[in-house]
């Protein structure tokens, strides 16, 4: 028996034969070529082919892992027609006289290296979608088949990483688990494994040899264990482990329709994060009371171009139509930082963290900010729909937020809009700064939501994207849990809720905290619903 060890990224167990990930085999050769336009066009016709399988991928990825998962495949669109990419491949056909295949693999190593030298972990990880474009325009170019898991049964792959093309293509019927000899929590296979409940480990290293295909292996997500032909004893107790999970995955089924009310009466608002109208569908069939937080900067990011009013209107009108009178909070546009959108033209900074982003670019860019309004308010008039600011600092920022707020519904009225004249407005708790006059703050809006990610961030002065500082990241952190209780007796001092939306509101070491603090609503991922209802009904918070 072998046994491996990396990052589990999804609990759970599977027992099966291990199928390494068959790439297509596309070799690039360097030769001399006479007429070097005929190259230049030999890339451009692969490159239209290439846009036409990504706009496949897209749809197919659309239908299976939702929206938010999807625009990968647009991204790789655009990074195909980015200028600096094809007159690179270009230049080198022309100064050199040499085939469009190694043209093309030549400039994705280069740019694929510069990605990797970049010190923003966001810019890093586009190393891996430059390679995957410029593969598959060599393959394209060779006319090679696609990569795939040779199989007749459902089994574990096994590959050195996947690509996000790769991990769509796949016949998820025939996918067990996944393990990867490299890629990190917050790689696409890791996204794609939680968006399907598929046990996975990542980063599992060099151990993960070829010699091991089709060999029995059982892969345990929850410690991101590999054991490769395990003897009897494993096998009988990593058997009786995954039935367990089976068992509790049925029983979590039971919790749907409950109301989540700890056993001495306290009732908690359970809430989903969202990205897209897709994800709303998620929320519904995991039994969310509501959405705590529908991040619309992804309306944003899906876009070539700034959404128009109406495009807006009719996402957030969708969202809080499906959701049927349950509470829609709405988060207004919130990038810079880590989501960067090339239509902003966002300047280049040092420390993008603590940088131009959020309500400090809604502040600075009213017309932008003031379409979003508009259109949050029309929609508004179909559903239960709630406001939310992120990274406040201040008083005078909400003072002023509230000022336009109030010149949007103006307008509106004039125009014999409809809007929910009391719609509820709050903000996002992620800075020292906020908590430290959540007092004042809480005097000023409906409620408050502690992003937990980020105000973990910039208390411990901690990259939380930078996996070399894994070990001094703790979102347990008694400063943390200190914050949360000054901002829980504040709001409530001052007669608002509070709510968790970041990871921290799915950590179930952690729930009892909360409920013992005050919290009045979690937000998290649909998948965490139900095991946090069943957390919270067998909860005495009296007893605590």
């Known amino acids: 028996m072998v046994t491996l060890t990396g990052k589990g990224v999804f609990g759970g167990v599977a027992i099966g034969r291990i199928s390494f990930y068959q790439r297509a085999v596309s070799t690039i050769k360097r030769y001399h070529v006479d007429d070097v336009e005929a190259e230049i066009a030999r890339v451009d016709a692969a490159r239209g082919k290439a846009v036409e399988e990504l ?80 593969e598959r325009l060599v393959r394209i170019l060779n006319a090679a088949g696609d990569g795939q898991v040779v199989a007749d049964e459902p089994v574990i792959v096994a590959a050195d990483d996947l690509v996000p093309s790769e991990t769509v293509q796949l016949d998820k019927d025939k996918v067990l688990a996944f393990v990867t000899m490299k890629g990190s929590v917050n790689s696409h296979t890791a996204i794609i494994a939680r968006t399907l409940n598929i046990p996975a480990i990542v980063d599992i290293g060099e151990g993960l040899k070829e010699e091991y295909n089709n060999k029995l292996a059982v892969v345990d997500g929850f410690t991101g264990t590999l054991y490769i032909e395990p003897d009897e004893a494993v096998l009988k107790e990593m058997e009786a482990k995954r039935e367990e999970d089976i068992q509790k995955k049925l029983l979590l089924q039971e919790m749907k329709g409950k109301e989540t009310v700890t056993l001495d009466g306290r009732e908690i608002k359970l809430y989903a994060n969202i990205g897209n109208v897709a994800d709303a569908g998620i929320a519904l069939k995991n039994d969310a009371g509501g959405v705590g937080l529908f991040r619309s900067e992804f309306l944003y990011l899906e876009n070539s171009d700034y959404p128009s009013e109406d495009q807006q209107f009719q996402v957030y009108k969708t969202v809080a139509e499906n959701m049927a009178g349950r509470k ?48 949050l308010l029309r929609a508004s008039a179909y559903g239960k729909i709630s406001i939310m600011f992120p990274m406040i600092i201040s008083v005078e920022e909400v ?18 809009i409809k809007f929910d004249e009391n719609i509820e407005i709050g903000i996002m708790i992620e800075t020292p700064a906020a908590v430290m006059i959540s007092d004042l703050l809480a005097k000023e809006v409906d409620f408050f939501s502690v992003g937990t990610n980020d105000l973990t961030q910039y208390t411990l002065a901690i990259d939380r994207q930078n996996p070399k500082l894994e070990k001094f990241y703790n979102p347990h952190h008694t400063a943390i849990l200190r914050m949360l209780e000054m901002v829980t007796e504040n709001a409530h001092a001052n007669g608002i809720w509070v709510g968790i939306c970041g990871e921290l509101g799915a950590d179930m070491e952690l729930t009892e905290t909360f409920l013992k603090m005050g919290i009045d609503e979690l937000s998290v991922s649909p998948a965490y619903i139900l095991p946090l209802r069943k957390k919270i009904r067998e909860t005495d918070v009296s007893k605590l």
Do not use: W
């Not at 694929?112 to 410029?134: C, L, P, T």
């Not at 900074?349 to 979003?372: M, S, V, W």
């Not at 937020?401 to 125009?415: D, M, Q, Y």
């Open 55 to 134: 706009q496949r991928l897209y749809q197919k990825a659309l239908a299976e892992v939702g929206e938010a998962n999807a625009q990968i495949f647009e991204v790789h669109q655009m990074m195909l027609e980015d200028l600096d990419y094809q007159d690179s491949i270009a230049n080198i056909i022309r100064t050199q006289e040499v085939n469009a295949e190694y043209a093309v693999g030549t400039t994705g190593d280069n740019f694929a290296q510069m990605f990797a030298a970049m010190d923003d972990e966001y810019f890093k990880a586009r190393a891996a979608d430059v390679k995957d474009i410029s």
């Open 328 to 375: 829609v909070i709405i988060r207004t546009l919130d990038i810079g930082a880590d989501k960067q959108i090339g239509y902003f033209d966002l300047p280049e900074e040092e420390n993008p963290a603590l940088g131009y982003r959020a309500i400090r670019i809604c502040l600075t860019r009213t017309d932008i900010f003031r379409t979003q309004l508009r259109a």
């Open 399 to 416: 003072r002023e937020i509230k000022g336009i707020l109030e010149e949007v519904k103006a307008e509106l009225r004039g125009a014999g």
